[in-house]
């Protein structure tokens, strides 16, 4: 019985071993593999361009999209409170300049 379970604990030892070697492994890759793509977007700066107008296109149009949302959230949550009495009037001549705005805009 002993014996089995020094044999166990052995190729448990030695299961860790090889994991943690190979950890070590894949992370010196991932190192390398980072340092080749960074000496590759200096050696070609179109290609450098191209991902930095697609990242700055990408984020224009996320937060473009993010706040129209959050401004539809908002109309709708005050167009609930006009029947409120008090509240109503100040958020119904909110909702007024809003539309002024728009027409002005727009």
């Keep these: 019985m002993e014996k089995s379970r020094s044999s166990i604990t052995l190729k448990e030892d030695e299961l860790k071993l090889r994991v943690s070697q190979r950890e070590v492994w894949l ?4 190192e390398k593999l ?3 793509q960074a000496i590759e977007q ?11 107008i697609l990242a ?6 996320g937060m473009g ?3 129209i949302f959050v401004i539809f959230l908002v109309a709708l949550i005050l167009n609930a409170f ?3 009495p008090l509240i109503g009037e ?11 705005f728009k027409t ?3």
């Design 82 to 84: 006009i029947s409120l």
């Design 56 to 61: 700055l296109l990408s984020t224009t149009i």
């Design 90 to 100: 100040s958020i119904n001549t909110l909702l007024e300049w809003i539309e002024r």
């Design 27 to 30: 992370a010196s890759r991932g």
């Design 34 to 36: 980072r340092f080749i």
């Design 42 to 52: 200096y050696q070609h700066p179109k290609k450098r361009l191209k991902l930095n």
């Design 104 to 106: 002005v805009r727009g």
């Design 65 to 67: 999209v993010g706040t």
